[in-house]
């Protein structure tokens, strides 16, 4: 591709975003928040309404993908359900940055123009006018490539806000949604060194002072996606993938499972366990039902039954649509309603056609290390929701 042509596909992506951002205000009747859409010079879009809540902080709801012409919903509403915190040391009790303390309200940082380059600020929805919310479009890089014969620089559009959790730790909250469909929800850490313990103890790494070594921490989150495919939110269906490899090693066959009922399940290497919510009835254009595969990431961070408590039980949990049943862990005390997902995946209520809501937990460990001192840098933890089928071919 020249130099020109470049320039082009990058002015003709801004023109198509820029003007669809500046329609944002016009809001849609459902959506109570930032109402958003993107549109990138192959047609493909994205909309969306954005919610910033005094827990979860950044919500997504409503959550539209337009190729080939036509729009289709993908998620009713998804954000991050719990992070739970605790240090190696382990002589404190936990922290539930969600459910105990919030992501959101006076958490939330005013973002600078700095903070959001090439972007547009958004303001919150009280009426203190916070600019909390940055929205832009970026380079995705190299989309495919097949000889000379055909290339192309793809693009994403992210949303993002940053919260300043305790005194010392920062989570940066950030959602990409790509020109090929896929969905990248992600959360950074960063802040100060938070804690420190002494030495002698054996805990942690020393720093600067060989008598304090700065201390380690585990964090596990929790995402709660509530798909809605298509037009009706309540014919959805599970299914998991697995790759099984022969006796031989020398070949894989693929399986596919329909999860019939409500459950837990936990990711397998071996197997390179996957999953995927399709659609009962809507179809492509080859027949085939349009879907969204949960692609895990950092298997190695993953393990289960982690300090026997409930919800970091499984990796992967599938419920029905229940109001009451907002957090992975933590949520109020109420009749019918589960307080985790292993106890709301425990009833095993039927799962097939209905509202479903796929739960998956992560881990991440940090290790202290000199080079952070005295300010973290950001280490992310993501993972992406892949479209399956919602083609007959590649739109681009």
């Known amino acids: 591709m020249s130099l020109f042509n470049k320039q082009l596909l990058k002015f003709l992506i801004l023109i198509g975003f820029t003007s669809h951002l500046s329609a944002a205000p016009n809001k849609p009747p459902e959506c109570v928040g930032t109402p958003l859409q993107a549109e990138f010079a192959s047609g493909v879009g994205w909309s969306m309404c954005l919610s910033l809540d005094d827990e979860e902080g950044l919500s997504i709801h409503q959550l539209k993908h337009k190729s080939s012409g036509q729009e289709r919903r993908v998620l009713g509403k998804a954000s991050l359900s719990q992070l739970e915190i605790v240090f190696d040391d382990n002589t404190q009790p936990p922290s539930f940055a969600i459910t105990r303390g919030g992501l959101g309200g006076d958490k939330l940082l005013k973002l600078s123009p700095k903070d959001c380059v090439d972007g547009q600020l958004y303001p919150e929805a009280s009426e203190r006018r916070r600019n909390l919310l940055c929205a832009r479009t970026q380079d995705a890089g190299l989309l495919y490539r097949y000889g000379y014969q055909a290339q192309?620089?793809?693009?994403?559009?992210?949303?993002?806000?940053?919260?300043?959790?305790?005194?010392?730790?920062?989570?940066?909250?950030?959602?990409?949604?790509?020109?090929?469909?896929?969905?990248?929800?992600?959360?950074?850490?960063?802040?100060?060194?938070?804690?420190?313990?002494?030495?002698?103890?054996?805990?942690?790494?020393?720093?600067?002072?060989?008598?304090?070594?700065?201390?380690?921490?585990?964090?596990?989150?929790?995402?709660?996606?509530?798909?809605?495919?298509?037009?009706?939110?309540?014919?959805?269906?599970?299914?998991?993938?697995?790759?099984?490899?022969?006796?031989?090693?020398?070949?894989?066959?693929?399986?596919?499972?329909?999860?019939?009922?409500?459950?837990?399940?936990?990711?397998?290497?071996?197997?390179?366990?996957?999953?995927?919510?399709?659609?009962?009835?809507?179809?492509?254009?080859?027949?085939?039902?349009?879907?969204?595969?949960?692609?895990?990431?950092q298997y190695h961070q993953s393990n289960g039954d982690v300090r026997d408590r409930p919800w970091l039980k499984y990796d992967v949990y599938f419920t029905r649509y229940r109001e009451c049943e907002q957090h992975a862990?933590?949520?109020?005390?109420?009749?019918?309603?589960?307080?985790?997902?292993?106890?709301?995946?425990?009833?095993?209520?039927?799962?097939?056609?209905?509202?479903?809501?796929?739960?998956?937990?992560?881990?991440?460990?940090?290790?202290?290390?000199?080079?952070?001192?005295?300010?973290?840098?950001?280490?992310?933890?993501?993972f992406q929701l892949v479209p399956r089928d919602w083609t007959a071919g590649n739109p681009l």
């Open 329 to 382: 862990s933590d949520n109020p005390r109420q009749a019918g309603c589960a307080r985790n997902v292993l106890q709301a995946s425990q009833d095993q209520e039927p799962l097939e056609r209905t509202d479903l809501v796929l739960w998956y937990k992560q881990n991440y460990h940090y290790l202290p290390r000199s080079d952070d001192s005295d300010y973290l840098s950001t280490d992310w933890m993501s």
């Open 152 to 297: 192309r620089q793809g693009a994403f559009f992210e949303v993002f806000s940053i919260s300043q959790a305790t005194a010392l730790q920062t989570y940066t909250q950030r959602w990409r949604f790509y020109e090929t469909g896929v969905i990248e929800p992600a959360i950074g850490f960063s802040g100060k060194m938070p804690r420190f313990a002494p030495a002698h103890l054996g805990f942690g790494r020393a720093i600067a002072d060989a008598d304090e070594w700065a201390l380690g921490f585990s964090a596990y989150l929790g995402w709660r996606l509530d798909f809605d495919l298509g037009k009706d939110a309540n014919n959805d269906i599970a299914e998991e993938i697995n790759s099984r490899p022969s006796a031989s090693r020398r070949h894989k066959s693929l399986s596919t499972e329909v999860l019939s009922a409500e459950t837990a399940r936990s990711l397998n290497p071996e197997l390179k366990t996957s999953w995927r919510i399709k659609d009962a009835d809507e179809r492509n254009e080859f027949g085939q039902a349009i879907s969204y595969e949960l692609v895990p990431s």
